[in-house]
């Protein structure tokens, strides 16, 4: 597609329940990054993949997050037992590949855990 | 210590002045460097990118780097209102990019 697309744009969840955000990079980006914002705070890293390696998932920050990139293209974050904590603008961002291009954002999944 | 830091801000300058936002870094290795920019509640959009120590000029847009120093800036001439905005500086480490928390960049009319 034209640009990253992320969805849902938002998505409101009671605590405990389990979300998935979905990320649809650009087509022939090869490296594609989960970060997240919270409120009034800068970007928190949470994991990359890179063409068929290894994801880095280094930014992870409990076992309750996982992703995966399906086919090289899209990917799924999933948030397991979301805990208030975990609200949060979820960002995807691609690029051609690692280290030295500049990312493309999608418009991002507003999470709130009530 | 943090991987990237930048003054948080607020700055405001008026109209038509140049806006001057900076950046230091941790990493002596570091290679490419970005600045981002981020409207209230949209995802950040890159604007400049520099991989090398002196000055990039685009448009309006003037980005330094002293690698030397550890240090990046962004210069904005002619400051608009429409540049009213947050300002993330990018510093690649290793295979991934280090944000830092971002300057709130005000101009006021």
Not at chain 1, 48 to 55: K, W
Not at chain 1, 86 to 110: E, M
Not at chain 2, 76 to 105: E, K, M
């Amino acid at each position: 597609g034209a640009g990253v697309s992320q969805s849902p744009s938002n998505k409101v969840t009671e605590k405990g329940k389990d979300v998935e955000l979905r990320c649809d990079p650009i087509s022939g980006h090869t490296a594609l990054y989960w970060y997240r914002q919270s409120l009034g705070q800068g970007l928190e890293f949470l994991i990359y993949f890179q063409g068929n390696s290894a994801p880095d998932k280094s930014g992870l920050p409990s076992d309750r997050f996982s992703a995966e990139r399906t086919g090289g293209s899209v990917s799924t974050l999933t948030i397991q037992r979301t805990q208030q904590e975990d609200s949060a603008v979820y960002l995807c961002a691609s690029s051609f590949g690692l280290g030295n291009y500049g990312y493309t954002f999608g418009s991002g999944t507003r999470l709130t855990v009530v | 210590q943090k991987e990237v830091e930048q003054n948080s801000g607020p700055l405001s300058v008026p109209e038509g002045a140049i806006a001057s936002l900076n950046c230091t870094y941790s990493d002596r290795g570091s290679q490419s460097f970005f600045w981002y920019r981020q409207y209230s509640g949209k995802s950040p959009e890159l604007i400049m990118s520099i991989y090398s120590n002196g000055d990039k000029e685009d448009g309006r847009f003037t980005a330094q780097l002293n690698k030397a120093s550890q240090y990046v800036s962004l210069l904005i001439r002619d400051s608009q209102p429409s540049d009213s905005a947050t300002y993330l500086c990018a510093v690649n480490s290793g295979n991934q990019f280090y944000f830092g928390t971002g300057t709130s960049l005000t101009v006021i009319p």
